[in-house]
């Protein structure tokens, strides 16, 4: 592992890419301020509702299952996952603008990617090494489901679910987010 091209047909570069992604998103929504970084700061928050959902629902309970202390990584990944959601819904009470919100984000930024980074080394690296390429690849198709139930540019006049995954605060998208792949996963 790790000397791989990621091709994206697996899902450790699959996730790996979403890392790179979202690492992008907290630089955007920082060097951005007032509408610019509201937007930037909402394709942030799809991006990681969309990748942890994926997680949550597809790559932990395998690697729970397989890897030999797949317990304790799983359990620190999820507790890690939950500070990110109480610390979103702290951002997404406060004016974005603020010193508040710049000192609250710079923590969740470095966190978040200290959290990616015990992924690719603990869990992912070892995923790749236990499972079989087309295991791999049937996790790659179920994890870009999520993508699908979060478009970017939702098509006008569609009143379905799906357009409605992403209102709201962050907590309420990743529980529609985690149904709607529960149903189809
Ligand atoms: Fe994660
Ligand atoms: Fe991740």
Redesign the pocket.
């Known amino acids: 592992m790790g000397t791989m091209l990621a091709t994206g047909s697996d899902v450790v570069s699959f996730l790996e890419q979403q890392h790179q992604d979202i690492k992008n998103l907290f630089e955007r929504v920082r060097n951005a301020s007032g509408e610019e970084r509201t937007r930037e700061f909402q394709a942030l928050r799809r991006l990681l509702a969309v990748?942890?959902t994926a997680?949550?629902e597809i790559v932990?309970p395998v690697a729970r299952r397989v890897l030999a202390d797949g317990e304790a990584i799983i359990d620190k990944?999820l507790s890690?996952?939950n500070e990110?959601k109480k610390a979103l819904a702290e951002l997404e009470s406060l004016d974005i603008d603020s010193n508040e919100f710049n000192l609250k984000f710079r923590k969740l930024n470095e966190d978040?990617l200290a959290?990616?980074e015990s992924?690719e080394r603990e869990e992912f690296a070892r995923l790749s090494d236990a499972l079989d390429q087309s295991k791999l690849e049937r996790m790659r198709k179920a994890a870009a489901l999520a993508e699908k139930f979060a478009p970017t540019r939702p098509h006008p006049g569609i009143e379905s679910p799906v357009a409605n995954i992403l209102a709201g605060p962050f907590a309420a998208m990743v529980d529609r987010m985690r149904d709607a792949l529960g149903k189809k996963a």
């Open positions: 990748h942890e997680e949550e932990h990944r890690e996952e990110a978040v959290h990616a992924e």
